[in-house]
């Protein structure tokens, strides 16, 4: 392991991305991880390291990232417009109105989604859903947990509160209590 200072760069692709840019099956990447040799080539991965400034590297990973979006010859456009419609409608969207509005079968549509995104599109739309209540939780648009758990349409406040427990490890109350260790302003609101 090098010693001394580093520099780390973060690229944060769309849910489909990998799948998209890469050519890579999101689900079989699910819960693992790649060195950044197996992702970009051993050419450009030496590149990068023999950088010692962060905009070259910039620069050269951002080459790379536009030669590839160039290269893309396929899209899933329906997986692509369910990503669309789940963020869009975060607050009401379900798989059952998914399928409705894009007419495929579950198990089609499952397939194709899990494929690119790397998840079953309903722990997506409940991961999703946890990212927007923690968005309302720390803009305090919402005056109370009971108000977030039916402003995102929770069946009820025990499965808005195990959803939250299940992703984050703690409860609504602790979570409001202390958002700002969750989030950090340059960070967004996706944790995903």
């Known amino acids: 392991m090098a010693e001394g ?3 780390m760069l973060q690229v944060i ?3 489909h991305g990998l799948n998209t840019l890469l050519g890579l099956k999101a689900s079989e990447l699910t819960n693992s991880s790649l ?3 197996q992702l970009v080539g051993l050419d ?3 590149r990068l390291l023999e950088v010692n400034e962060a905009e070259k590297s910039i620069r050269l990973l951002a080459g790379f990232l536009t030669a590839q979006q160039k290269r893309v010859k396929f899209r899933d ?3 692509e417009e369910s990503l669309n419609l789940i963020r869009r409608n975060i607050a009401t969207v379900s798989v059952r109105s998914l399928l409705q509005e894009l007419g495929l079968s579950e198990r089609q549509f499952e397939k194709r989604f899990t494929h690119s995104v790397g998840l079953t599109p309903q722990f997506y739309i409940r991961i999703k859903r946890f990212n927007e209540a923690v ?3 720390k803009t305090g648009r919402s005056e109370s947990l009971t108000s977030v758990a039916q402003s995102l349409n929770f069946y009820d406040q025990s499965h808005f509160i195990r959803d939250i427990r299940e992703f984050a490890g703690v409860t609504p ?3 409001a209590a202390k958002l700002d260790d969750f989030h950090h302003p340059q960070a967004g609101y996706s944790y995903l």
Request: charged share 25%.
């Open 5 to 7: 200072p580093f520099t």
């Open 173 to 175: 109350k602790r979570i």
């Open 77 to 79: 456009k329906l997986v």
């Open 135 to 137: 968005r309302l939780l």
């Open 44 to 46: 450009l991965y030496s």
């Open 13 to 15: 692709f769309k849910p």
């Open 35 to 37: 060195q950044l040799n």
